[in-house]
């Protein structure tokens, strides 16, 4: 059940970050390119490694 709950985080971190960075796709100012580019590669980056650690987890858990 764990394991689908690290699921669950890391698809929401991932779209949310996903959908902060194709946000840029429209002009915005400075500032705000500045905290989307930040906050968006950071939440895309928590997502894939929480899905990798899930995926871990998850392989470990069959194979014992």
Do not use: C, N
């Not at 991932?14 to 796709?25: E, K, P, R």
């Not at 899930?54 to 194979?63: E, F, L, T």
């Amino acid at each position: 059940m764990a394991i689908a709950i690290m699921y669950v985080v890391a698809a929401v971190f991932t779209v949310i970050g996903a959908g902060l960075l194709l946000a840029l796709l429209r002009p915005a100012g400075e500032g705000k390119v500045y905290a989307f580019r930040m906050v968006g590669i950071m939440a895309l980056a928590l997502g894939i490694v929480l899905i990798m650690s899930a995926s871990a987890m998850w392989r470990w858990s069959v194979a014992a």
